[in-house]
């Protein structure tokens, strides 16, 4: 049957991958929108600062250092045209004071406002380590964004006797916060759809692999109920020999040995037809032909306890010790509960075995008000946590020898004696399986 639990699991991690995908392109896209505008901007502000610096001659740097108010204006009118037709926050001219030498802002001070954050810009070009125009990364002045750039402007001597700088307002600023905000948005909104679709995934997965169950345990039924009809078939005539010639012995020999195999060989039909009976379709037909009766507790222990040693005649078995109450008494169906009883300890003891252990075990019994409890245990290698899991589907068995169909066939029987069953066990530390049955049963 198709593993559910690791269905799930990856498909929990492609949800995740793909929304860490998808986030990540969009930061990525974001990134790269945010590179190509600062790009484009700092390409236009280099050109504005080259093409304007071109423009002017190298007398007119030493003109307006001198304070020729003619070539002022002249110069002022240059500047005033080239920031409007490219919009930008101002144009001036610097000396290597950083003083302005002229600028197209109407009030301005007679020292470059932002010497400290790009005097470095500005000094490369008068040390000559660069020789074109330079361009500053955006900056927040107050509440406004700004980009620089900045041109040498030579004297007739080719050395270079001012500079001339362009700023401009980096605008898209609030283009990429809203464009942020909206990544943010989407984010939440993927995450939200991610969660909630999972979710509904996941509840479509449940009732998948409830139908799969369903689907699996009735061809179980169906290949059970073959195997059944076959074992049965093989099983009963040589019974039926067995009890005949029984018998006969008993009435030569009138020996007990011969009334216990007919007795067994009653007991064993008796679970044949019962299985044979439920893998047909029938429900709660185990105990169909077994009429409930008195069981002393204790005399069911004992005859268990004879059996196992009987079954494991050259291994020793210890009994865990436990208080168990000769009184102890209640109303059930005797044949069932000892063949499930037996099956689990000889369970107890297989697993002892084959984890090379000593043969541990032990049978308890608890009087709970209405109810009964009956612990079987064992101090043999335990089990995980996907074995319990699994320890009552049909078919399923860890040993090489097993059926699987021990732990499955002794739950039905328990429930149709209107109880329950449970196990409980951790790798090393052995196993425990409760019974809890009414003292009446509703049969």
Request: glycine fraction near 8%; charged fraction near 25%; include cysteine.
């Amino acid at each position: 049957m198709f593993d559910g639990s690791r269905k799930l699991l990856m498909m929990a991690l492609f949800m995740v991958v793909l929304l860490l995908l998808v986030n990540l392109a969009w930061w990525l896209f974001y990134e790269r929108t945010e590179a190509l505008l600062a790009q484009q901007l700092s390409r236009r502000l280099a050109a504005v600062a080259k093409i304007t610096s071109i423009g002017l001659a190298p007398e007119v740097v030493q003109s307006l250092a001198a304070g020729d108010m003619d070539r002022y204006v002249e110069t002022l009118e240059i500047l005033m045209r080239a920031r409007e037709a490219d919009s930008l926050a101002d144009i001036f001219i610097l000396d290597d004071n950083y003083r302005y030498l002229a600028s197209s802002s109407l009030e301005v001070d007679s020292v470059y406002f932002l010497a400290g954050l790009n005097g470095p810009y500005i000094d490369s070009l008068f040390f000559g380590l660069a020789d074109e125009a330079v361009v500053t990364p955006s900056y927040r002045t107050g509440q406004v964004y700004l980009k620089s750039a900045f041109a040498p402007l030579y004297d007739s001597l080719g050395s270079v006797a001012a500079v001339l700088g362009a700023e401009a307002s980096v605008d898209y600023f609030d283009a990429l916060a809203d464009l942020k905000h909206n990544l943010y948005y989407s984010s939440g909104l993927s995450l939200a759809g991610g969660i909630l679709f999972a979710a509904l995934f996941l509840l479509a997965q449940r009732r998948l692999n409830r139908a799969e169950q369903k689907l699996f345990l009735s061809e179980t039924h169906a290949y059970l109920g073959r195997m059944v009809a076959v074992v049965a078939h093989e099983v009963r005539n040589p019974l039926m020999i067995v009890r005949a010639s029984a018998e006969r012995m008993a009435k030569k020999h009138e020996t007990p040995e011969c009334e216990f195999i007919v007795e067994e060989v009653d007991r064993l039909n008796q679970i044949v037809s019962g299985y044979l009976d439920f893998a047909g379709g029938s429900r709660g037909t185990f105990l169909r032909s077994e009429k409930a009766d008195s069981i002393v507790l204790r005399d069911l222990y004992l005859g268990i306890r004879k059996h196992l040693q009987d079954k494991y005649p050259d291994q020793h078995v210890e009994w865990l010790s436990g208080k168990l109450e000769d009184d102890l008494s209640f109303h059930g169906y005797r044949r069932s509960l000892r063949q499930v009883l037996l099956n689990l300890l000889i369970n107890s003891a297989d697993a002892c075995l084959a984890a090379s252990k000593p043969i541990v075990v032990g049978l308890f019994a608890k009087n709970r008000g209405d109810n009964i409890t009956l612990t079987v245990a064992d101090h043999g290698p335990g089990m995980n946590r996907k074995d319990i899991k699994r320890a009552f589907d049909p078919f399923y068995t860890t040993r090489q020898s097993g059926s699987g169909l021990g732990l499955y066939l002794s739950r039905k029987l328990v429930e149709e004696m209107g109880g329950v069953m449970d196990i409980g066990s951790r790798v090393g530390g052995g196993t425990e399986v409760v019974i809890v049955l009414p003292k009446m049963p509703r049969k």
